[in-house]
């Protein structure tokens, strides 16, 4: 189990973040990373995300490679086959939502609130469902792991996500009202922030 589930996050990262960000870099000439690495509440919420993906991704790799599962807390009593097999489907339909809405996003797709350039308002596709179709998927994506392998670790990446993940959509809502006036307003009046 924990070697498919680092194989899986592998391919996630590769699949939700490397991928995209190669794509808008080649197709648009944009770096869509755009967190900056400073003082400000734009670079803490940038630092605790890249924190987050680290330990994640050095917790399951320890594990694959024979960490013993004990040294992370597991909570047994969640580990029933119903539970994890419900998480392994959350995580397979979270990355192919998150995917999907990558691609809808086009040349719109950014890490973090682009501060140089402001990219077209995108309300198709998934962003007629919610707002924060990507972010929706990401917060889907952690419970599923916490289902599949439920332990401290994985517990409090639950709650950590959380809370990066409801900062941080705030404040690219505060940045897109400032930047697109009416346009955003009366998109955030007729789509949901979550769905």
């Known amino acids: 189990m ?43 919420i940038g630092a605790w995300f890249k924190v987050l993906m680290l330990a994640l991704l050095a917790m399951l790799g320890g594990l694959a490679f024979g960490v013993p599962e004990r040294l992370i807390a597991p909570l047994d009593w969640l580990s029933l086959r119903p539970v994890k097999v419900g998480g392994w489907t959350i995580l397979t339909i979270s990355m192919v939502w998150i995917v999907a809405a990558q691609l809808q996003m086009g040349r719109s797709w950014r890490i973090g609130i682009d501060t140089r350039e402001q990219p077209p308002l995108v309300q198709e596709g998934l962003f007629r469902l919610s707002r924060n179709p990507i972010f929706l998927g990401m917060r889907a994506n952690l419970l599923g792991l916490f289902m599949v392998l439920p332990n401290a670790v994985t517990f409090a990446a639950l709650l950590t996500g959380e809370v990066l993940m409801q900062v941080q959509v705030r404040l690219e809502e505060q940045h897109l009202s400032a930047a697109l006036g009416d346009a955003y307003k009366t998109y955030a009046l007729r789509v949901p922030r979550w769905a």
Do not use: E, I, M
């Not at 680092?6 to 755009?34: C, E, S």
């Open 2 to 44: 924990p070697t498919a589930l680092f194989l899986y996050y592998l391919l996630f990262f590769a699949a939700a973040f490397a991928w995209p960000t190669w794509r808008v870099w080649k197709q648009h000439g944009v770096n869509p990373l755009v967190l900056p690495l400073d003082d400000s509440a734009y670079g803490l």
